[in-house]
């Protein structure tokens, strides 16, 4: 039998006491999704800003989260960020292979598929927040929304579908903002100073 000074010498190196990595994740999310956003609300072109965001911080900071989450046990935070992180890889991709000419430009169709097929795991994600805090809930609600419009958007080609998208995934993109930053704060304050 163990020594109980030996277990809890063992209990201390398998306690996780790093820092919490969603708060990164919230905010790579939500300006990397602002900045495509003002895009779609027509506001400004699809420029290397957006390829970059999309990306480094977007893509590869949302991947480590992903890990980072993993390593914390939380299952939803690992698939959400993991996912979200090579959603913006892929998006990024899209952009990138044909001008390399390594692959065609996708149609409406194309984007419309990609859309759909990522808006269902958005769908699965959102079902989970019903269970967790209103803020996070909103906000997958807007996002699954944003998809909604972007997928009738290029199915329909009416430009103020795309606007109003636009406008939605800006939205989304300030709440996961909010979060993220709010979380830091709340952390360095020792306490509630933003409800998130």
Known sequence: MEPI???????LFLMDN?????????????????????????????TSPIIAMALLYG????????IMEWKKNNTFGMVTFGSFGLFWIS??????LPELGLAASPTAVDMASFLIVWGLLILGLFICTLKMHRILMVTFAAVL??????VAANLTGIHMVHTLAGVTGIIAGLLALYMGVGA?????????ILPV
Not at 22 to 44: E, Q, R, V, W
Not at 145 to 150: H, N, P, S, T, Y
Not at 184 to 192: L, P
């Open 145 to 150: 929304l944003l998809v909604i419009f972007l």
């Open 5 to 11: 000074e030996e277990k809890s010498r063992n209990n």
């Open 184 to 192: 830091v704060i709340n952390e360095i304050y020792g306490s509630r």
């Open 18 to 46: 790093t820092a919490n990595p969603a708060p990164l994740g919230l905010c790579a999310f939500g300006m990397t999704t602002i900045l495509l956003s003002i895009h779609n609300a027509g506001i400004t072109g699809l």
């Open 91 to 96: 998006f990024a991709a899209i952009l990138i």
């Open 59 to 66: 893509g590869l900071a949302q991947l480590i989260v992903g």
